[in-house]
Nanobody, 124 residues
Framework: QVQLVESGGGLVQAGGSLRLSCAASGRTFSSVAMGWFRQAPGKEREFVAAISRNGGIIDYADSVKGRFTISRDNAKNTVYLQSNSLKPEDTAVYYC?????????????????WGQGTQVTVSS
């Protein structure tokens, strides 16, 4: 059974930075892609970023491109999301997810395991 545990969320002023981490249990971490999604109150969960199993292919939502960086450390079974130049519209619960594929895809249906989420709040 895979378990994902996010950390690193918090309250930050606009323009600030946060580094989110997601620690995964299980043996499959290095074999599959990982993704970050977010959900703001009253909105659907949306894709943020995803990374292939070896880190060679990365995809970002247009809304975060150039500000966020996804990375992974397969030796530590951990995926990261470095979030810079944060804006109030980035406020949401951020979830990491483990895919069943090796490629970083945007559709939530490709992700089998989800963390409990970590709150990111950006004040103006």
């Amino acid at each position: 059974q895979v378990q994902l545990v996010e950390s690193g969320g918090g309250l930050v002023q606009a323009g600030g930075s946060l580094r989110l981490s997601c620690a995964a249990s299980g043996r499959t971490f290095s074999s599959v892609a990982m993704g970050w999604f977010r959900q703001a109150p009253g909105k659907e969960r949306e894709f943020v970023a995803a990374i292939s199993r070896n880190g060679g292919i990365i995809d970002y939502a247009d809304s975060v491109k150039g500000r966020f960086t996804i990375s992974r450390d397969n030796a530590k079974n951990t995926v990261y999301l470095q979030s810079n130049s944060l804006k109030p519209e980035d406020t949401a619960v951020y979830y990491c997810a483990q895919s069943r594929t090796i490629l970083p895809l945007r559709d939530v249906s490709y992700y089998d395991y989800w963390g409990q989420g970590t709150q990111v709040t950006v004040s103006s």
